[in-house]
């Protein structure tokens, strides 16, 4: 690839500012959507409700500043701690599986002699088209004992009856869900990035007696190796935010509280007891971590995506 | 579409295991079979929708799961007339956030990301990296002080409140960025200027069509998103007749205690809004690039 | 040819956007003023079928056009009122329920429509004009329906097992162990740790009192004797297995009710239209009888639900606004058309004698006397004064008896941890508490 030449060379100052024309309507996107509503929720995360005598007569009700008293509020909360462990915890469990599932499944879709490959690359992917309130209703069906047809299963087999929805176990159900929703996307990107290999490398390989599996593991693996690390990345950024399927599953279950992961507990502030202001202090404190956590991302997009296109 | 059609790297959709395949060999079963496993996993709970929207509400909970019922066809005509057939509209409007919301983000994104991969001037790395750390941030830490700032200029409970917050994609200007610096060759670009072309028509006329099939799955990721998105559209929109599916189903759940669910009209309400965008996967899968979403596109 | 298309599609949508600023300008500066000008009201609600009624309105009233919008029911309409509120721009008119009632007063959404309202006034019960005047001189709503709560118990069940309908609650927990040791499979009924509604009407039916007013301090007693006696006789009876412990409102619990493993339900007056949409199998085999007591001989219950139609202070037309609240829960036809269409239990007295309500619901066939006994426990239904952050209390239950069923610990404890998050909630947002 060889370096870019811009205009510099012709039209002068016009030409430098088309640059930043072009990308004039992304920022001012990212200006209106992303850092005006960030900002206005670091000012509201300064402020609080201050009620005179019983709050009911009109104009009883009014915000002033309140400091550092909301994050101060929000960091001795231990089920905001809770909560973060348990979505690390959760990140730990999901991530291993769902992209380990992915991975096989790609390199099964890329080997030869594979039956009926595309209608389970088709049935694996759908799931991503399921919005994820409705993924997690329907997985509520599936898991309530008393409408499941596990439950008929397991009885016909002689098992007892399970009952994902109690206990430890409603934390692995939540998991279930999201390996559900996401397996199907990252085995279409890693399976398409395994069909860009060339085929020829495999031929050779095969020649000299190398099985399928061994092919897979000495060959394929690492060559796929880029590919895993950024949809291990985007993974993550999207198992942090994990609150829709929680958060829907709650209404079937003594078993998850309302705080249950950090997105939950902002969700709970702003929109069960309307406190935007410690919802507030909440959005920012965990929009500090994930830039903290993004920094190392950042780095890594960076070698893996654009290492060559730059200097 | 000719214009997608003629355009280059449209990625093979053959069975993969074909022009590999050797004469005379016998079918690897294991993997075969471990795939179908996988596939029967994803599929089950849409099998569940699929066999409940045909039961009955009385039927629903009290025979095997699995089973069909006969009412496929009275239920689909409960949910029809529903609120003098609202679910349509929340349909139409689904397809219009996503539709609309994919398209402008497709653009934005190319024009954004073809700019960063192909110019450079001052201050480049920074707004790709403040860009980018969009991704981060979380949509529930925004609606609501977006909510509160549209309503300052008087935007909330109308289509752009909707639409307008989701025409920025951090990744898809991060894909953008990626199929440009492939797809499209600087001696081209120098070409074009040679001959006295505007930039603003060398992206038009020249980079954009040579992008499309990268935008294509920019606009793809972003229809799925605005699509499944709950959160945004709850918050912004009060007018049922604006309501997005997912909304729209959202509200016949939770009916108040006094109210029961109609669960048989939002079970087929959902089988019938993931119709959609089964259709437009195989539509698209066609010109879909996923390859550039792991970096791997060759340049 | 595209172009074209665009462009004409274009100036239609600036001629709209111009002639829409237009209207609602001039709008702004006369309405009211001007006799004979269009009023344009907006209303959210969630009740079923509510569409009916506005219909009726608008068609008999072409001055003053009321546009309905669809909402989540329950918890959800207040978020979106107080956001709304905050931001200027709430509906006309919403139906909101009376535990909400004093969040968003506080809040300053809601307006005093005393003066409108008076003409109405002698039309409700007093114990249900309480409820929107939260014990002050002001009116902040009209009353729509009311909750009281009642016992609903499958007659044939009870039959076939040899069950009486239990009259105390020493009873129903003897009923309860009967059921597990006859009919292992079922249960009498369930404990649902997901509807703090519920539970407040069984706290108010044994004399609880969770808020009062002393001068300009607020008293909170989440956790008094009534409700931590409630709260413990629940948990025993969960604890030892005589009832269920699966909340409700879900699909397990649809199916429960309708294949009988759960044959009794302590629910309000509003059941039937639950029962009919989630228990369908089971139309005609139910019965309704008053609430177990707590004391043989006494005759008390609480409420469960219930709403009313606030009038917002941001709103343009108060007094068309209240023209049609009143009209909407206390003009016979309105009343009529809410009972038949979105089956609610009319909190107008008059509407309570209406014809409609001589003939039983559909799904309780048997009971001819049904509104008749219904309308004889309504009026033992237990006074109730609501709080300011009635959403925190609620949202606290749900968290606090879920990790007390799921960790086998008292409940008498969970109601604790209710008064505390009250109590904290309160005092950050600067009332005034007594402890």
Redesign the interface.
């Known amino acids: 690839m060889s370096t870019a030449v811009t205009g510099r060379s012709r039209r002068g100052t016009a030409a430098r500012g088309v640059p930043y024309l072009f990308l004039a309507p992304a920022i001012v996107l990212f200006a209106l959507f992303l850092l005006l509503p960030i900002g206005y929720a670091g000012y509201l995360s300064l402020r609080k409700v201050k009620v005179s005598g019983l709050g009911l007569g009109r104009n009883s009700r009014k915000e002033i500043f309140a400091g550092l008293e909301n994050y101060r509020t929000a960091l001795a909360d231990p089920e905001l701690w809770g909560s973060a462990g348990r979505v690390l915890l959760y990140g730990l469990t999901l991530l291993p599986v769902m992209l380990g599932l992915a991975l096989l499944f790609a390199l099964l879709l890329d080997r030869p002699r594979v039956r009926l490959a595309r209608f389970s690359r088709l049935a694996i992917f759908l799931p991503y088209a399921v919005p994820g309130l409705i993924a997690s209703m329907l997985w509520g069906f599936l898991y309530l004992p008393a409408v499941s047809p596990f439950t008929d299963l397991a009885g016909w087999l002689g098992l007892p009856e399970p009952d994902p929805l109690t206990g430890g176990s409603v934390f692995f159900a939540i998991v279930n869900i999201a390996v559900w929703g996401g397996v199907g996307f990252n085995m279409i990107v890693l399976f398409t990035s395994l069909r860009a290999i060339p085929g020829e490398i495999y031929e050779s390989a095969r020649l000299d007696g190398c099985t399928e599996f061994q092919l897979a593991v000495r060959i394929k693996i690492p060559l796929l190796l880029p590919s895993l690390i950024m949809t291990t990345v985007f993974s993550l950024i999207a198992t942090l935010q994990v609150f829709t399927e929680p958060l829907t599953v709650r209404s079937l279950t003594n078993s998850i509280s309302s705080t249950w992961t950090p997105l939950m507990k902002i969700y709970r502030d702003a929109f069960a007891q309307n406190d935007i202001y410690s919802a507030a202090a909440s959005s920012v404190l965990i929009a500090g971590v994930t830039l903290v956590v993004s920094f190392g991302f950042l780095r890594l997009v960076q070698r893996q995506a654009f290492g060559g296109e730059d200097r | 579409m000719t214009a997608l059609a003629t355009s280059v790297p449209v990625?093979?959709d053959v069975?993969?295991?074909g022009?590999?395949?050797?004469p005379g060999?016998?079918?690897?079963w294991l993997?075969?079979a471990?795939?179908?496993i996988?596939?029967?996993?994803?599929?089950?709970?849409?099998a569940?929708?699929a066999a409940?929207a045909s039961k009955s509400?009385?039927?629903?909970?009290?025979t095997?799961?699995?089973a069909p019922g006969g009412d496929l066809l009275a239920n689909f005509r409960e949910m029809s007339g529903y609120?003098g057939g609202v679910y349509w509209k929340w349909l139409l409007n689904s397809l219009l956030y996503a539709g609309v919301g994919g398209v402008l983000s497709a653009f934005?994104?190319g024009?954004?990301g073809?700019?960063?991969?192909?110019?450079?001037?001052p201050g480049?790395g920074v707004?790709f990296?403040?860009?980018?750390?969009?991704?981060?941030?979380?949509?529930?830490?925004?609606a609501?002080?977006?909510?509160?700032?549209l309503?300052?200029v008087?935007m909330?409970?109308t289509y752009w409140a909707v639409l307008?917050?989701n025409?920025?994609s951090p990744?898809g200007?991060?894909l953008a960025?990626?199929y440009a610096?492939a797809a499209v060759p600087?001696?081209v670009?120098?070409a074009a200027?040679t001959d006295g072309a505007s930039?603003g028509r060398i992206?038009g006329r020249v980079a954009l069509p040579m992008m499309l099939p990268g935008l294509v799955t920019v606009f793809l990721f972003q229809f799925?998103a605005v699509?499944?998105?709950?959160l945004l559209p709850f918050?912004m929109l009060?007018?049922?007749?604006k309501f997005p599916v997912?909304v729209g189903?959202?509200?016949l759940?939770?009916?108040?205690?006094?109210?029961?669910?109609?669960?048989s009209v939002?079970i087929i309400g959902?089988l019938i809004?993931?119709i959609p965008?089964?259709a437009l996967?195989l539509l698209l899968q066609r010109y879909w690039?996923?390859?550039l979403?792991?970096?791997?596109?060759?340049? | 040819m595209m172009r074209k298309k665009f462009g004409a599609l274009l100036a239609v949508v600036l001629a709209a956007g111009l002639s829409a600023a237009c209207t609602s300008d001039s709008g702004d500066a006369d309405q009211g003023a001007q006799p004979g000008g269009k009023v344009e009201l907006s209303f959210w609600a969630w009740a079923p079928n509510i569409d009916k009624t506005v219909d009726a309105w608008n068609a008999a009233n072409p001055d003053i056009h009321v546009t309905l919008s669809k909402q989540a029911g329950g918890g959800d309409i207040v978020t979106k009122l107080l956001t709304a509120a905050k931001a200027g721009n709430p509906p006309d008119l919403a139906q909101v329920e009376y535990q909400s009632l004093p969040t968003l007063v506080s809040n300053d959404v809601l307006a005093d429509i005393a003066e409108q309202a008076a003409p109405v006034k002698d039309k409700f019960a007093e114990g249900v004009w309480q409820q929107v005047t939260l014990g002050t001189d002001a009116v902040y709503a009209i009353p729509q329906d009311s909750g009281p709560m009642m016992f609903y118990y499958r007659a044939d069940e009870f039959d076939r097992l040899g069950l009486t309908v239990p009259k105390t609650w020493d009873e129903f927990a003897q009923t309860a162990r009967t059921v597990r040791q006859k009919a292992p499979k079922k249960y009498l009924t369930t404990f649902s740790a997901n509807d703090p509604g519920w539970f407040t009407g069984l706290a108010q039916q044994a004399g609880a009192s969770w808020w009062g007013i002393n001068g300009e301090t607020w008293n909170v007693s989440v956790n008094d004797a009534a409700t931590k006696k409630v709260a413990d006789y629940w948990g025993g009876l969960v604890a030892e297995g005589a009832i269920d412990k699966q909340p409700m409102y879900t699909p397990a619990w649809n199916k429960a009710l309708n294949d009988g493993t759960l044959i009794a339900w302590p629910s309000a007056i509003w059941a039937p239209g639950v029962l009919a949409g989630n228990a369908a199998a089971t139309k005609g085999k139910w019965a309704m009888a008053p609430m177990p007591q707590w004391a043989a001989g006494e005759n008390k219950t609480g409420s469960w639900g219930g709403s009313s139609t606030g009038v917002t202070a941001a709103g343009k037309n108060k007094a068309a606004a209240v023209k049609f609240a009143a009209w909407m829960n206390a003009d016979p036809a309105a009343t009529a058309l809410l009972i038949k269409e979105s089956s609610i239990y009319p909190a107008a007295r008059d509407a309570q004698s209406s014809p409609l309500l001589q003939e039983p619901p559909a799904f309780f066939a048997n009971q001819k006397d049904f509104y008749t006994s219904a309308k004889a426990i309504a009026e033992t239904a237990s006074g109730f004064v609501w709080g300011p952050n009635v959403n925190v209390a609620y949202d606290t239950y749900k968290d606090a008896f879920g990790k007390a069923i799921t960790g086998r610990t008292p409940f008498s404890g969970a109601v604790d941890t209710m008064q505390t998050a009250t109590v904290a909630d309160m005092q950050k947002n600067g009332f005034k508490v007594a402890s």
């Open positions: 990625h093979d069975d993969p295991a022009p590999r395949r050797r060999r016998r079918t690897a993997p075969t471990v795939l179908l996988g596939a029967i996993y994803c599929l089950l709970p849409l569940w929708v409940a509400g009385s039927s629903l909970f009290t095997f799961t699995f609120g934005v994104s024009l954004s073809y700019t960063l991969a192909k110019f450079r001037f480049r707004i990296n403040v860009l980018l750390a969009g991704v981060l941030v979380p949509g529930v830490t925004l609501i002080p977006q909510y509160l700032l309503a300052e008087g909330t409970d307008l917050p025409i920025l990744y200007i991060y960025r990626i610096a600087d001696t670009l120098e200027r930039e992206f799925v699509w499944n998105n709950f918050v009060s007018d049922d007749d997912t189903l959202f509200t759940l939770n009916q108040g205690q006094a109210a029961p669910a109609l669960y939002v959902v809004s993931v965008l089964i996967f690039r996923l390859d979403v792991s970096g791997s596109v060759k340049g």
